[in-house]
T-cell receptor, first 112, second 115 residues
Framework: GDSVTQMEGPVTLSEEAFLTINCTYTATGYPSLFWYVQYPGEGLQLLLKATKADDKGSNKGFEATYRKETTSFHLEKGSVQVSDSAVYLCALSPSNTGKLIFGQGTTLQVKP | NAGVMQNPRHLVRRRGQEARLRCSPM?????VYWYRQLPEEGLKFMVY????????ESGMPKERFSAEFPKEGPSILRIQQVVRGDSAAYFC?????????????FGPGTRLTVT
């Protein structure tokens, strides 16, 4: 079945470091891909999305490109801040369904 | 426009009791999804509902769990005869339309603790 695999965390970085969180997926058809962020004690917020191959989603300095050839949707940010500390979840929505399938989540800790 | 609302935020139940979790979608949204986040695990899809209809319940345990989204009022996730393994965070999401490009807006979650 469809699935999402994320790199294990936690990821600990210093402020202003470059961030990459890897995400790969397995799916039939043409899923949409998403990154959500979850701050402590809160629900999920949509960070960015891409709906077809080679699309690049971007928001708040984060970006990810839908790579069909490598079935990947890696999240990147050029310079992280302490306020970016959170759990990041990669997800896909299979073709013609409403549900989201999530990866395990990756905890990011940014130290000043 | 108020976001997705869930209540209660925290719920404590003894083993064998019933738990009722409520979700009010965003205004104008007629699609509701429930997810469960078990400790040390990722978020798992449980059920997808439209007004008065269950569209996909493939992620819902076959026993003790049920969900509804009536014509009026919030969506309800009901867990009968709770067990310790039901302790988790339950998140509700809503969207104005389904489909692969649909974005889901999440509520803050209900944290259920079974003692």
């Amino acid at each position: 079945g469809d699935s999402v695999t994320q790199m294990e965390g936690p990821v600990t970085l210093s402020e202003e470091a470059f961030l990459t969180i890897n995400c790969t997926y397995t799916a039939t058809g043409y899923p949409s891909l998403f990154w959500y962020v979850q701050y402590p004690g809160e629900g999920l917020q949509l960070l960015l999305k891409a709906t077809k191959a080679d699309d690049k989603g971007s928001n708040k300095g984060f970006e990810a490109t839908y790579r069909k050839e490598t079935t990947s949707f890696h999240l990147e940010k050029g310079s992280v801040q302490v306020s970016d500390s959170a759990v990041y979840l990669c997800a896909l929505s299979p073709s013609n369904t409403g549900k989201l399938i999530f990866g395990q989540g990756t905890t990011l800790q940014v130290k000043p | 426009n108020a976001g997705v609302m869930q209540n209660p935020r925290h719920l404590v139940r003894r083993r064998g009791q019933e738990a009722r979790l409520r979700c009010s979608p965003m205004k104008g949204h007629s699609h509701v999804y429930w997810y469960r986040q078990l400790p040390e695990e990722g978020l798992k899809f449980m059920v997808y509902l439209q007004k008065e209809n269950i569209i996909d319940e493939s992620g819902m345990p076959k026993e003790r769990f049920s969900a509804e989204f009536p014509k009026e009022g919030p969506s309800i996730l009901r867990i009968q005869q709770v067990v310790r393994g039901d302790s988790a965070a339950y998140f509700c999401a809503s969207s104005p339309s389904p489909g692969q490009a649909g974005e889901q807006y999440f509520g803050p979650g209900t944290r259920l603790t079974v003692t």
